[in-house]
């Protein structure tokens, strides 16, 4: 796939996420994209020259060994592709995950005085919604999980095809 | 029709079927975290010895749904039926676990906790009297980040910043499911207690957080025995 193939697909996968309603997710990596890329670079160290010895004022001249520092740089359109697929990847893993350990936390809290609750509900800000999530919904979030790094692995192949 | 549109549609129908697709903002997600690392605190608490219950802030049993209060929230809001849990050991005052409840700083200035740990007669006084809770009444609380990539530095600053007008010894985390060697380097450098990666599938990590929980609990038993 070429850089411009690349930066389209980032576009369709984005396009596709903010269909979806997880726009949040673009946000996330376009901040990331956005900060750049921390790298440590080996510099030429420039010093001050005597004005009058070179009869130029404000000359600089190479002066002792490089030094390693921390600079800034952009990511390549594959590096931001890349790093859309593994915020898609984290995002839905990780929800599945921790709803299955929160029900099963709360299963194990089940007795005769205290039932366990068979939803949860998350108050957003309040009195601006709520989202309800089902403890005992019967979705195979693992099987959809395992299905998705499938398919992204798939697309991981065609991005480097 | 290309090979990465159709995988792109398959993606899309996928994640249209997840509990992902629930959670349309950050902050929902970052809820569900939150959340998360309650019933880790718990299982902390139960390893300790504690008995667990649950409320809600009428002070009533709550029925099959659990409300969790989010940021901003207060502890004694009715907005809905929120849960907290009771923790109670033996010998020890009897303490509660929140979600999302604000508390009042050094400063008077009120803070957010995502996930506290308080005296329970604080917190009763707090509803009855539709009052803040006091940072040093809080034995515990956890700041909670939820990120599909890693953690922007920012983050970091602000929990520490959060430290100086909320202070209580080591009591205070700073918890994530991702990472961020920049944020890291930052509250080791500080001496922080932190923790990153955490997700349920990691259980090095988990393990390494609930133990450090559980040492929390073991120190507050000791010290009212």
């Avoid at chain 1, 190479?62 to 520092?69: E, H, N, Y």
């Avoid at chain 1, 919904?137 to 192949?157: M, S, W």
């Avoid at chain 2, 050991?89 to 009120?110: D, T």
């Avoid at chain 2, 922007?152 to 100086?164: D, E, I, K, W, Y």
Wanted: aromatic share 8%; with cysteine; charged share 25%.
């Amino acid at each position: 796939m070429n850089e411009q193939e690349m930066i389209k697909l980032n576009a369709d996968l984005q396009r596709m996420l903010n269909d979806l309603g997880l726009g949040w997710i673009n946000e996330q990596v376009n901040e990331q994209v956005r900060a750049g890329k921390i790298v440590t670079k080996e510099v030429q160290m420039f010093k001050e020259v005597d004005a009058e010895q070179l009869s130029l004022a404000g000359s600089y001249r190479p002066s002792g060994r490089p030094q390693q520092m921390i600079g800034v740089e952009p990511y390549t359109p594959e590096e931001q592709l890349q790093m859309l697929l593994d915020a898609i990847e984290k995002s839905m893993t990780d929800v599945a995950a921790m709803k299955e350990e929160i029900a099963s936390f709360f299963r194990g809290q089940d007795s005769e005085q205290q039932p366990a609750p068979s939803q949860i509900v998350l108050d957003q800000v309040e009195g601006q919604g709520t989202i309800t999530l089902s403890l005992e919904e019967n979705v195979d979030e693992e099987r959809l999980t395992q299905q998705l790094h499938r398919l992204i692995a798939q697309l991981r192949a065609e991005i480097n095809s | 029709m290309n090979n990465s549109q159709i995988l792109l549609d398959e993606i899309q129908r996928i994640i249209g079927r997840s509990t992902l697709s629930n959670l349309s903002s950050a902050t929902a997600a970052c809820d569900l975290f939150e959340v998360y690392v309650f019933t880790l605190i718990l299982e902390a608490a139960e390893r300790e010895g504690a008995v667990l219950r649950f409320e809600d802030v009428r002070g009533r049993i709550p029925p099959s749904r659990y409300f969790f209060r989010t940021s901003p929230g207060h502890i004694f809001s009715t907005e809905h039926d929120y849960t907290h849990a009771i923790i109670q050991f033996q010998n020890a005052p009897i303490l509660e676990a929140h979600v999302g409840v604000k508390i009042s700083g050094r400063s008077g200035v009120l803070h957010e906790c995502d996930v506290a740990v308080l005296f329970r007669d604080e917190a009763i006084s707090c509803r009855q009297g539709r009052v803040v809770p006091r940072y040093n009444k809080v034995v515990l609380s956890v700041e909670c980040k939820f990120y599909a990539t890693p953690i922007p530095l920012h983050q970091a600053r602000s929990f520490m910043g959060l430290l100086t007008d909320i202070p209580n010894g080591d009591d205070r985390f700073f918890v994530v499911n991702t990472h961020s060697s920049n944020a890291e380097k930052m509250l080791a450098y500080h001496r922080k207690n932190w923790e990153h990666n955490l997700a349920p599938y990691a259980p090095d990590y988990v393990n390494k957080l609930r133990t450090a929980f559980e040492k929390k609990f073991a120190n507050f038993k000791a010290k009212h025995a």
